[in-house]
């Protein structure tokens, strides 16, 4: 099975900037797609960014031009760089990861989720 590790979250107040992580580990073959949710309490889990495997990223309106997301493929790593945070950014941050698992006959295409990694922006 894959497993994703978040990182990097904290407390910051408006403005400030914070850089997530995640590492993927496991037996993985190839990630083509990840991406960063968030939710906040008694909301859904909604879509931050993602990043294909080609490096073409994605954001939600909310964040587009303070969030930048990017993958480090050789570390099955990808990270979301969070500026001028606001307090409505506050919320648990999920890792996704979309790709190939396993080996030969046994390789299989799944989607996994991190545990999450608690964002808290205060004004």
């Known amino acids: 099975q894959v497993q994703l590790v978040e990182s990097g979250g904290g407390l910051v107040q408006a403005g400030g900037s914070l850089r997530l992580s995640c590492v993927a580990s496991?037996?993985?073959?190839?990630?083509?797609?990840m991406g960063w949710y968030r939710q906040a309490p008694g909301k859904q889990r909604e879509l931050v960014a993602t990043?294909?495997?080609?490096?073409?990223?994605n954001y939600d309106d909310s964040v587009k031009g303070r969030f930048t997301i990017s993958r480090d493929d050789a570390k099955n790593t990808v990270y979301l760089q969070m500026n001028s945070l606001k307090p409505e950014d506050t919320a648990v941050y999920y890792c996704n990861a979309e790709g190939e698992y396993g080996r030969g006959p046994l390789r299989y295409t799944a989607a996994s989720w991190g545990q999450g990694t608690q964002v808290t922006v205060s004004s």
């Open positions: 990043i294909t495997s080609g490096a073409s990223a």
């Open positions: 496991g037996r993985i073959f190839r990630i083509n797609v």
